[in-house]
Nanobody
Framework: QVQLVESGGGSVQAGGSLRLSCATSAYVYSSACMGWFRQAPGKEREGVAQIDSDGSTRYTDSVKGRFTISKDNAKNTLYLQMNTLAPEDTNMYYC?????????????????????WGQGTQVTVSS
């Protein structure tokens, strides 16, 4: 059973910053593509950032230059540093590990059954 445990969500004013964390097992951390997704009520889940097992990263266009995905090898923890937050970033954010290897699929690939999912953490940005 793959476990992904997120933390770090909360409420912040526009222009502020938050850092999300996702802890998992050493095997998943080292071998799987990992990513952050977000989903608003009534909308489809959206890929935000991905990191391959070799450390290559990619982002959806709306967060480029503002968000940074990274890994802490000593802690088996994935991070999403979110800067210059805007109200449209308000969403439930999910950590995920790709079921099929260390190379991430396209950033928009969010088909549920292809990923292991965390429980989600809410991010709310007020104007």
């Amino acid at each position: 059973q793959v476990q992904l445990v997120e933390s770090g969500g909360g409420s912040v004013q526009a222009g502020g910053s938050l850092r999300l964390s996702c802890a998992t097992s050493a095997y998943v951390y080292s071998s799987a593509c990992m990513g952050w997704f977000r989903q608003a009520p009534g909308k489809e889940r959206e890929g935000v950032a991905q990191i391959d097992s070799d450390g290559s990263t990619r982002y959806t266009d709306s967060v480029k230059g503002r968000f940074t995905i990274s890994k802490d090898n000593a802690k088996n923890t994935l991070y999403l540093q979110m800067n210059t937050l805007a109200p449209e970033d308000t969403n439930m954010y999910y950590c995920a590990a790709y079921r099929y290897g260390g190379m991430c699929p396209h950033i928009e690939f969010a088909t549920y059954n292809y990923w292991y999912w965390g429980q989600g953490t809410q991010v709310t940005v007020s104007s």
